[in-house]
């Protein structure tokens, strides 16, 4: 994900920004991402872009 802030300095801690992501596993050894349940939480006039990997 990626967030854009509305100035250069943020209107959002750093901190309160990553906990945004939520991630946890759906099983105890997970293998690949669709072992894993990915929430992206927002915040008011934070823009949040999903951005797909490999």
């Known amino acids: 994900c990626w967030?854009?802030?509305n100035s250069k300095?943020?209107?959002?801690?750093?901190?309160?920004?990553?906990?945004?992501?939520?991630?946890?596993?759906?099983?105890d050894e997970p293998k690949t991402i669709d072992d894993y349940n990915i929430l992206v939480h927002?915040?008011?006039?934070?823009?949040?872009?999903t951005i797909d990997g490999l």
């Open 9 to 27: 300095l943020g209107q959002y801690s750093s901190a309160k920004v990553h906990r945004l992501l939520d991630i946890k596993r759906n099983v």
């Open 3 to 5: 967030w854009e802030h």
């Open 42 to 49: 927002e915040l008011d006039s934070l823009k949040v872009e």
